[in-house]
Nanobody, 122 residues
């Protein structure tokens, strides 16, 4: 069982930047695809960004150019850098992992963190 722990979520103002972290003690971390999903109130969980075990990144139209994902295999941590935040980015952000390629369907991801709340409000 891969345990994931997110951190970094908080209340920010529109236009601010924020970095989320997701750490694990899983020794095979470097062989895992990682991703961030988010879920806003009343909405389905949606794919934000993913990064393969080789470091290739995958993004959506909504986050392209504003959000980036990176990983540090030595620290067993994946990061989500979010810039130019707006109210529509308000959501619980989840870190997830799977063995295999990055996919956008949440149902195909195997391990999930508990989530971290990001609120964008003035």
């Amino acid at each position: 069982q891969v345990q994931l722990v997110e951190s970094g979520g908080r209340l920010v103002q529109p236009g601010d930047s924020l970095r989320l972290s997701c750490a694990t003690s899983e020794p095979t971390f470097s062989n895992l695809a990682m991703a961030w999903f988010r879920q806003a109130p009343g909405k389905e969980r949606e794919f934000v960004l993913g990064i393969s075990e080789s470091g290739s990144t995958y993004f959506t139209t909504a986050t392209k150019g504003r959000f980036t994902i990176s990983r540090d295999n030595r620290k067993r941590t994946v990061y989500l850098q979010m810039n130019s935040l707006n109210a529509e980015d308000t959501a619980v952000y989840y870190c997830t992992a799977r063995r295999g390629p990055v996919v956008e369907s949440s149902a195909r991801w195997d391990y999930w963190g508990q989530g971290t709340q990001v609120t964008v409000s003035s």
